[in-house]
Structures are given as structure tokens and as C-alpha cells.
């Protein structure tokens, strides 16, 4: 049976990130679902994904359609909440803490460098 607390240190911060983006239940469902497609990238089903979290004959697998057909939750909330982690570097947003180095991404101190089009390949390459 999956427990949160056996969760990699550093994946327990990302779906705590994650957390008020669901209700309970479907975070719990979320969380599982999540680790068993990690344990098992290769079986992309539902039953797949409970037998890598170790629920498969735990759980009835209604139990995860559920949650992607009735659970209240948005995935344009959770896509958002993903990409403040991205920007800000893996870190949660509002830690206040940045690494050394790292660009600042607010207003207009991350203006893009102007392109050298003299030198089409050399400088930019093709995309």
C-alpha cells in the first residue's frame, strides 16, 4: 500500500506544492495514480499505474476513472501551479530564496538579447 511518508523527500515537496489544487480524496488518488505511472512509465492504463503504486486488488480501479471523470479539480490549475515551479527554478514559489545566479523574471529585467543575424548559424542555429 502506497504512504505518503515513503515518498522521496524531494517528491513530497512537489505534491504538497500541488496540494490545494485538489480535495482530499483526490489527492490521494492523484498521488497515487502519480507514483505508480513513475514506477511503471511503461504500462500507460489505469490498472497499470495502480499496479506501480502497489494498490492493484486494493483499490477498485472505478476509484481512479472517478477522479479523472467527477473529481473536483482543474488541470489548468495544477498546469499553472507546474509552471510557477518551472520558473521559479524547482522551488516553491514564495520561499524567497533564488540560486546564485539566476535570472530575475519579473518586469522588464528579462528581455530577451538581441539576435546577431549577421551570422545566421554560427550564433543561432536552426530550429
Known sequence: MLRFEALPPSFAVLLATLRPCFTAPSFRTFTALLVGMIAIPQCRTI??????????????????????????????????????????????????????????????????????????YRDNPPA
Request: hydrophobic fraction near 40%; proline fraction near 9%.
Open 47 to 120: 490498472i497499470g499505474m495502480l499496479t506501480g503504486a502497489g494498490l492493484a486488488g486494493i483499490w477498485h480501479h472505478s476509484r481512479a476513472y472517478w477522479f479523472f471523470g467527477h473529481a473536483r479539480w482543474s488541470t489548468d490549475q495544477v498546469t499553472a501551479v507546474i509552471t510557477r515551479l518551472v520558473v521559479s527554478g524547482g522551488r516553491p514559489v514564495g520561499t524567497g530564496v533564488a540560486p546564485p545566479g539566476a535570472p530575475n523574471v519579473h518586469g522588464d529585467h528579462a528581455a530577451p538579447q538581441p539576435i546577431n543575424r549577421s551570422r545566421p
